[in-house]
């Protein structure tokens, strides 16, 4: 199985910047794409940003276009996500996702137990 593990949350305060990073284990030759969701308190779980794996290919939630860049490092097996011009709503539990079904855009079997993000106005 594919195993997540998420880095670099933290306390920033607004207008700040954080980069989020996602490494994966186990058999990576099977991901197809990658993901960033977020959870912020008292909310449900949305949709981030999206990379597709062999591709480079990526795409975005309206809120945080031109904010936030998801990229990857193919022999690292890592996946992260630049965030710029923070805002307090931006506060959320940051998980990242993998598909190794083919199954397309906000589809995603595994997932990481994610990190903190508090952006402080």
């Known amino acids: 199985q594919v195993q997540l593990v998420e880095s670099g949350g933290g306390l920033v305060q607004a207008g700040g910047s954080l980069r989020l990073a996602c490494a994966a284990s186990?058999?990576?030759?099977?991901?197809?794409?990658m993901a960033w969701f977020r959870q912020p308190p008292g909310k449900e779980r949305e949709f981030v940003a999206h990379?597709?794996?062999?591709?480079?290919?990526?795409y975005y939630v309206n809120s945080v276009k031109g904010r936030f860049t998801i990229s990857r490092d193919y022999a690292k097996n890592t996946v992260y996500l630049q965030m710029n011009s923070l805002k307090p709503e931006d506060t959320a539990v940051y998980s990242c996702?993998?598909?190794?079904?083919?199954?397309?855009?906000?589809?995603?079997?595994?997932w990481g137990q994610g990190t903190q993000v508090t952006v402080s106005s």
């Open positions: 186990g058999p990576t030759a099977s991901i197809y794409s």
């Open positions: 990379i597709w794996w062999s591709t480079g290919g990526t």
């Open positions: 996702a993998a598909d190794t079904r083919l199954s397309g855009l906000y589809h995603y079997n595994y």
